[in-house]
Nanobody, 125 residues
Framework: QVQLVESGGGLVQAGGSLRLSCAASGRDFDAHTMGWFRQSRGLERELVAAMHRTGGYTYYVDSVKGRFTMSRDNAKNTVYLQMNSLKPEDTAVYYC??????????????????WGQGTQVTVSS
């Protein structure tokens, strides 16, 4: 069992930056593939970024490529999402997720085992 707690959301102007953090508790953090989903009002949850447990591959959805960077610190059981050049369309609740099998990166919500409570990111124009 893994518990995930996000932090770092908030209100920022377009063009600004935020860094989200996700602290994980539980066993074998480094065996989990980790990711970030987001959900805007009225839309389905979307996988924004994910990092394979080995660190050898990181996925980004096209809309954030070149602006968002995901990283993980296994010593601290923490993953991060650095978000730069934010746009109003990035406004959403952002969720940290973990996959205990860690074999591949699934882009649908049902591929992930553990979810954080979410943190709100609001980008004003």
């Amino acid at each position: 069992q893994v518990q995930l707690v996000e932090s770092g959301g908030g209100l920022v102007q377009a063009g600004g930056s935020l860094r989200l953090s996700c602290a994980a508790s539980g066993r074998d953090f480094d065996a989990h593939t980790m990711g970030w989903f987001r959900q805007s009002r009225g839309l389905e949850r979307e996988l924004v970024a994910a990092m394979h447990r080995t660190g050898g591959y990181t996925y980004y959805v096209d809309s954030v490529k070149g602006r968002f960077t995901m990283s993980r610190d296994n010593a601290k059981n923490t993953v991060y999402l650095q978000m730069n050049s934010l746009k109003p369309e990035d406004t959403a609740v952002y969720y940290c997720v973990a996959d205990r099998r860690g074999m591949y990166i699934g882009t649908t919500a049902d591929a992930w085992d553990y979810w954080g409570q979410g943190t709100q990111v609001t980008v004003s124009s």
